[in-house]
């Protein structure tokens, strides 16, 4: 992991997690893992060393989307799935800013779908914490693009009929330079991926898993319960064999016929098939195969960083345009006049 950068116009502060807690009331139903995760990001900003006038919150709608309430920074409730669109153009303004989207899986993925693919594929310098559920919760109840099929719900009593996103499948199929998965009842890993989220120069994608105990309470017992989750969970260590169990007898291995990616029980020690995790590969095939094992029999659910690649972030790159088109070959009083009185024009009749 490199260490995270603060610009030279920047001063690194000393901060506490105090500094961070507004006087707003928290308003979650109780038991929520809303409050783990904000306690956890509320604890992990000192360590970025980033003046709180110079860390900004989006988000959009839904549970989830009141976090700016609850951070001492700069923040914006924007609308309905457009946080990472309104986020894009402050990075994109502002490239000395920390940005960071908070979101859920309705929002994000649903209405918020095409902004997130596309900000993703922009590389924008901008982190967004995609909070999963599998529910929509503000709004009671209702099945969301994360449900799974059968899923009964207000919306679906007879069972959803949709099969559901995997959202880390949706950001490496949009290619984005860093995904990741974590849980909220995990703080210490939770914290581990921000900082990795935080380094990374680019779209970094966090997807949280949150339980949403009144209308989805336990949803991810599987992977919290102490009798199962060693088997249920492989923890992504870049350069680490993909081992996991309680006897450390599972492993993800690479078929060598066709080269994908399974789960296997009772593998031997130093069978050469055991995939070891790069999250550093340029090619997304791999970060993809590896984001669908969970849908597999026996299946697991990797946990950590899938993937994270250095790639131009999308202001850098229009400003290098800005830049060139400044000093290089700028537009003369001719050019513009030209465009003015070309041929390019149409007429409106009444």
């Known amino acids: 992991m490199t260490d995270m950068v603060v610009p030279a116009n920047r001063t690194r502060l000393t901060l506490t997690p105090k500094d961070f807690k507004t006087d707003q009331e928290v308003r979650w139903c109780p038991g929520c893992g809303d409050y783990a995760i904000l306690a956890a990001v509320q604890s992990f900003m000192p360590e970025l060393g980033v003046?709180?006038?110079?860390?900004?919150?989006?988000?959009g709608i839904g549970c989830s989307s009141r976090f700016p309430y609850y951070m001492n920074t700069y923040g914006?409730?924007?609308?309905?799935?457009?946080?990472?669109?309104?986020?894009?153009?402050?990075?994109?303004?502002?490239?000395?800013?920390?940005?960071?989207?908070?979101?859920?899986?309705?929002?994000?993925?649903?209405?918020?779908?095409?902004?997130?693919?596309?900000?993703?594929?922009?590389?924008?310098?901008?982190?967004?914490?995609?909070?999963?559920?599998?529910?929509?919760?503000?709004?009671?109840?209702?099945?969301?693009?994360?449900?799974?099929?059968?899923?009964?719900?207000k919306s679906t009593p007879q069972g959803s009929l949709e099969h559901p996103f995997n959202p880390v499948s949706v950001a490496i199929g949009a290619e984005a330079s860093f995904v990741a998965r974590t849980i909220d009842s995990d703080r210490k890993h939770l914290q581990s991926v921000l900082r990795a989220a935080a380094?990374?120069?680019?779209?970094?994608?966090?997807?949280?898993?949150?339980?949403?105990?009144?209308?989805?309470?336990?949803?991810?017992?599987?992977?919290?319960?102490?009798?199962?989750?060693?088997?249920?969970?492989?923890?992504?260590?870049?350069?680490?064999?993909?081992?996991?169990?309680?006897?450390?007898?599972?492993?993800?291995?690479?078929?060598?016929?066709?080269?994908?990616?399974?789960?296997?029980?009772?593998?031997?020690?130093?069978?050469?098939?055991?995939?070891?995790?790069?999250?550093?590969?340029?090619?997304?095939?791999?970060?993809?195969?590896?984001?669908?094992?969970?849908?597999?029999?026996?299946?697991?659910?990797?946990?950590?960083?899938?993937?994270?690649?250095?790639?131009?972030?999308?202001?850098q790159q229009l400003s290098d345009q800005i830049e060139q088109q400044q000093h290089g070959n700028p537009p003369t009083d001719a050019d513009i006049t030209a465009l003015m009185r070309g041929n390019d024009t149409w007429t409106v009749s009444a």
């Open 51 to 59: 003046a709180r006038e110079n860390i900004v919150f989006v988000s």
């Open 76 to 153: 914006m409730h924007s609308i309905h799935g457009r946080a990472p669109a309104i986020a894009t153009g402050l990075a994109a303004g502002r490239p000395d800013l920390s940005v960071w989207v908070v979101t859920g899986d309705g929002d994000a993925l649903s209405i918020g779908g095409n902004h997130l693919i596309h900000a993703l594929r922009r590389n924008v310098n901008l982190k967004i914490l995609l909070f999963n559920n599998r529910i929509y919760g503000l709004t009671k109840g209702q099945y969301s693009p994360t449900s799974e099929q059968g899923k009964i719900t």
């Open 199 to 315: 380094a990374h120069r680019g779209t970094a994608l966090v997807e949280i898993y949150q339980n949403c105990n009144i209308f989805n309470d336990g949803a991810f017992d599987t992977l919290k319960d102490r009798e199962t989750r060693s088997d249920a969970m492989v923890m992504l260590e870049h350069g680490q064999p993909l081992r996991f169990g309680h006897d450390g007898s599972r492993a993800v291995v690479r078929d060598p016929a066709t080269g994908t990616l399974r789960v296997e029980t009772d593998v031997a020690p130093g069978d050469p098939r055991v995939v070891v995790h790069d999250a550093h590969s340029d090619d997304p095939a791999y970060a993809f195969a590896l984001s669908r094992l969970s849908s597999g029999e026996p299946g697991c659910t990797p946990m950590g960083v899938y993937r994270s690649v250095a790639r131009p972030t999308y202001e």
